[in-house]
DNA sequence: TAATAATATAATAATATTTGCATATATGAA
DNA sequence: TTCATATATGCAAATATTATTATATTATTA
């Protein structure tokens, strides 16, 4: 699955805590049912979301399903949802206010 | 703006061209049209979205407005997802495959 | 084997996103 | 001024996503 598909699954507040959740550990449907407050068949239909692509997967025990962590980006991708930016990005050089530097492309009339 | 609506802005392949883009440097909606196949108006609204969202900002320069990047977030979100990971997490210790571990979790009847 | 628990699937309704098109605004040039 | 260029806005149509409800599947227990 292409990172695009990857960002538009992971986009999402349930889908986000189902993937936080995960990254303690095996969790498997009835553990996520007790802290989202939503329906058991929207969690199975995030799951499967999740599942298409790529992101987690899960072993059967008994007749309980065991969701874990399959793709490595989301690790890294929940770290930098956390990380605190405090500052934004250094302006361009070429801001006609300050009239300093130049606009890097061509002009139209 | 919250992490979740910066991943929902961000998780579109034309909004994610122009992010890439606007990572080189400033750039004007021209510059934009001429990689974009998409219409003028729709590039636009794009960058309305992007703007709300915090990622994005522009300056006036006579006609043309020159966006670039705002948010340190988006650098750090485009390498990630540029980033190759080749590997798969570590599948989970309680594999009943495996027979390894046990399952973290209270189990119910 | 019947009942129950755990989970998934299907169908639909509600809602949100995206695009396309027409038009508006603002600036600089003639 | 008038015209053209650069860009934005408003709105409707098309499309996609989400939640809800009912029902199905599978495995365990009695």
């Given at each position: 699955m292409n990172r695009i598909e990857v960002l538009k699954v992971v986009a999402h507040p349930v889908r986000i805590a189902i993937l936080e959740k995960l990254s303690d550990g095996v969790k498997c449907v009835s553990d996520l049912e007790e802290f989202l407050e939503i329906t058991q068949p929207n969690i199975s239909q995030h799951l499967t979301a999740l599942r298409h692509a790529g992101l987690i997967d899960f072993f059967i025990d008994g007749r309980l399903r065991c969701y874990f962590l399959k793709n490595p980006l989301i690790p890294d991708l929940l770290q930098i949802l956390k990380k605190d930016y405090s500052e934004d990005l250094p302006g361009p050089e070429c801001c006609p206010v300050t009239k300093?530097?130049?606009?890097p492309g061509e002009r139209r009339r």
């Amino acid at each position: 699955m292409n990172r695009i598909e990857v960002l538009k699954v992971v986009a999402h507040p349930v889908r986000i805590a189902i993937l936080e959740k995960l990254s303690d550990g095996v969790k498997c449907v009835s553990d996520l049912e007790e802290f989202l407050e939503i329906t058991q068949p929207n969690i199975s239909q995030h799951l499967t979301a999740l599942r298409h692509a790529g992101l987690i997967d899960f072993f059967i025990d008994g007749r309980l399903r065991c969701y874990f962590l399959k793709n490595p980006l989301i690790p890294d991708l929940l770290q930098i949802l956390k990380k605190d930016y405090s500052e934004d990005l250094p302006g361009p050089e070429c801001c006609p206010v300050t009239k300093k530097g130049t606009y890097p492309g061509e002009r139209r009339r």
